[in-house]
């Protein structure tokens, strides 16, 4: 089908449109959540071992979260579709609380557990209200700047909340990390409560129930999601494998724990920057400009880094990366976004967390094992390997140019 050209002047955004409008409502509590994070991920693994865990079930325990966030996808688009957002939130961020203050008060590593797998499913709940809110919410001509910011507030909070963690166990002890986190998520509900949700013009009602919008949803974009939705896993895996990669390289090559903090905080702050420039320019020139880009240099960083042999090779092979994976921030919320239909969009894009939530989880487990059965070396190597798998998937899968005011229903949406 031939694609109708449309000129510049047709995208400009509308002029009663403003990322600045809707800033506190869109990215106040996913900065919140982000802050909530940082604070408590990186003592996760201490407290475990504190309780009497091995390093084995400590690491285990750390993997909780991410499996909490996959399995919670669906349910949250259920939870979200029947209650809105807002109230799914501030019922997300109490439920946050809750398991916080279990993990400060757990008495043995199975309540801990539990308590962390609850925080994966907190972090679900919001990430979905704010993409489909923001989908719902921004013009097609901002759709990629908005979904690029709402992902960088996320790592701004994640950047902030080591420092925040680190001042308050200086004064307080580990302990202080967590009524970081709880002070951090509680501030994520107060916004999610104090401000309108403002409900997106043209939402559709609609008679079936998530479970059978979800099932239909699956059917009727089942190439999207066996395609795009692949893709996207594929982004997530060498994603997740970069936070893993850095410091097992760094000590294979003798480096100390002091300088592999700072190779990763300005791998990190690299990463931070990028997320505006890069949705402008999918905005403006179409997706692929920064989806080919950003996994090429993810996946050359990998295949450069077993290369590296001290601390410069390490440095400007970790600032790739950094580049590689700053200008693909909002990626996946974009493509879900062009991809899903108006009608049963919550559940769509539940499906569509799923789908790249798992990539995320299964990336470490590849590393690991080809690690174990060869080497680290060839662990990365594969991991690499994904990044041009994804690159290939979407030159081909990806539609051309800007992406069209039609693109979510040109899908396929189904019927009332």
């Known amino acids: ?25 869109a990215f106040g509590p996913s900065l919140m959540l982000g802050v909530a994070e940082g604070a408590v991920y990186p003592v996760l693994a201490l407290s475990a071992l504190q309780l009497g865990a091995s390093a084995a079930v400590a690491g285990l325990v750390v ?8 399995v919670a996808n669906l349910p949250a688009a259920a939870i979200a579709s029947r209650w809105g957002e807002r109230r799914a939130m501030v019922g997300a961020a109490l439920c946050g609380m809750v398991a916080l203050l279990l993990c400060l008060a757990a008495p043995n590593v199975g309540v801990f557990a539990a308590a962390v797998f609850v925080l994966g499913l907190v972090g679900a709940v919001f ?12 013009p097609i001509a901002m759709r990629a700047r908005a979904m690029s910011t709402l992902g960088g507030t996320v790592r701004v909070g994640m950047f902030i ?3 925040l963690a680190a001042a308050l166990i200086h004064l307080l002890g580990l302990p202080g990390a967590y009524l970081g986190a ?11 409560l104090l401000v309108p949700d403002l409900e997106p013009a043209g939402r559709i009602r609609r008679r079936l129930s998530s479970r059978q919008m979800m099932a239909l ?10 395609t795009l939705g692949v893709a996207t896993a594929l982004v997530t895996a060498i994603r997740s ?7 097992l390289w760094a000590e294979h090559v003798g480096l100390d724990a002091a300088t592999t903090a700072l190779i990763y905080g300005l791998m990190g702050s690299v990463d931070m920057l990028l997320f505006y420039p890069a949705g402008k320019i999918m905005d403006i020139w179409g997706r692929q400009w920064i989806t080919l880009p950003s996994m090429l240099l993810m996946g050359a960083s990998f295949v450069l880094l077993p290369l590296s042999t001290g601390f410069y090779g390490l440095l400007a092979v970790s600032l790739l990366m950094g580049l590689g994976n700053g200008i693909g921030s909002g990626l996946v919320l974009t493509i879900g976004a062009d991809a899903s239909p108006r009608y049963g969009r919550t559940e769509f894009l539940g499906l569509w967390r799923v789908i790249s939530d798992t990539g995320g989880g299964a990336g470490p487990l590849l590393l690991s094992a080809v690690t174990a059965t060869v080497s680290l070396a060839a662990g990365v190597v594969v991991i690499g390997g994904l990044g041009f798998a994804a690159a290939a998937m979407f030159w081909r899968w990806l539609p051309r140019g800007p992406a069209p005011p039609s693109t979510g229903s040109k899908t396929g949406a189904v019927p009332h």
């Open 1 to 25: 089908m031939a694609r109708t050209r449309r000129t510049t002047m047709t995208r400009t955004p509308t002029p009663e449109f403003s990322l600045r409008k809707i800033a506190l409502p």
């Open 63 to 70: 993997a909780l979260v991410s499996v909490g966030q996959t």
């Open 127 to 138: 990430k979905l209200a704010r993409q489909t809110y923001l989908t719902e919410a921004a």
């Open 161 to 163: 909340g080591p420092f």
């Open 182 to 192: 709880i002070a951090a998520m509680a501030g994520a509900g107060a916004v999610a």
């Open 217 to 226: 949803q699956a059917r009727h974009h089942a190439h999207v999601f066996l």
């Open 241 to 247: 494998c970069r936070q893993i990669v850095i410091p």
